[in-house]
């Protein structure tokens, strides 16, 4: 099993540029997130899936959109990039039985 | 006020010493709680849940404070290899996490 995995790993836009962040999972989890990381800052929730169909914004939501493809995957997209929003994002999974998750590599998106 | 609260470190301690990580959290309600471990630009991995009754594995024991709500990690007899940033990590028992911003630790030869 991959566990979660992310493309691309680096990105580097301008800004006003767009860009859709892949990420996928193959351990049947129904819920799905994404966070960005930025330094001397925790991991903050930008939005998750908590099953096929549903999505909902957490912590830092604006300037991003979901979309809940499948069970499978969960993608991140950027309409118009800024700045402000270099940083390294992950995505993470988990069951619905326990509160464990499971994140991938990582994308690391530079803005300028 | 940040729902989660680490000391950023570092901590630089000798191979085979014991260190321990606090971390505080503000939501009274919360209720559950872990550690992962993060490498230099890797993704974070779990280290261990953290239980009321407390919990051990191997080297490292985790407890839980309600009272005070706070959250403990101890590393026994540590190894090179432990050099890395933990985090503490805090659910509400919905789909919000709160990270908290990690410790640093370097365990030196």
């Known amino acids: 099993n991959a566990g979660v995995t992310q493309t691309p790993k680096f990105q580097v836009l301008k800004t006003g540029q767009s860009m859709t962040l892949q990420c996928a999972q193959d351990?049947?989890?129904?819920?799905m997130y994404w966070y960005r990381q930025d330094p001397g800052m925790g991991l903050r929730l930008i939005y998750y899936?908590?099953?096929?169909?549903?999505?909902d914004k957490g912590e830092v939501p604006n300037g991003y959109n979901v979309s809940r493809l499948n069970k499978r995957e969960f993608s991140l997209r950027l309409e118009s990039a800024a700045p402000s929003q270099t940083s390294v994002y992950f995505c993470?999974?988990?069951?619905?039985?326990?509160?464990?998750?499971?994140f991938g590599p990582g994308t690391r998106l530079t803005v300028t | 006020r940040k729902e989660v609260e680490q000391d950023p470190g570092p901590f630089n301690v000798p191979e085979g010493a014991t260190v321990a990580f606090n971390c505080t959290y503000s939501?009274?309600?919360?209720?559950?709680f872990f550690w992962y471990r993060q490498d230099c630009r890797k993704e974070p991995k779990l280290l261990m849940s953290?239980?009321?009754s407390g919990n051990e594995d191997g080297r490292f024991t985790a407890q839980l404070n309600r009272a005070s709500q706070y959250i403990s990690l101890l590393i026994r007899d540590s190894k090179l290899s432990d050099s890395a940033t933990y985090l503490c990590?805090?659910?509400?028992?919905?789909?919000?996490?709160?990270f908290g911003t990690g410790t640093s630790l370097t365990v030196i030869p």
């Open positions: 899936s908590a099953s096929e169909g549903t999505t």
């Open positions: 351990m049947n989890h129904n819920s």
């Open positions: 990590v805090v659910n509400n028992a919905g789909n919000q996490f709160y």
């Open positions: 939501n009274s309600a919360s209720q559950s």
């Open positions: 993470a999974s988990r069951t619905g039985h326990t509160y464990e998750q499971y």
């Open positions: 953290v239980y009321s």
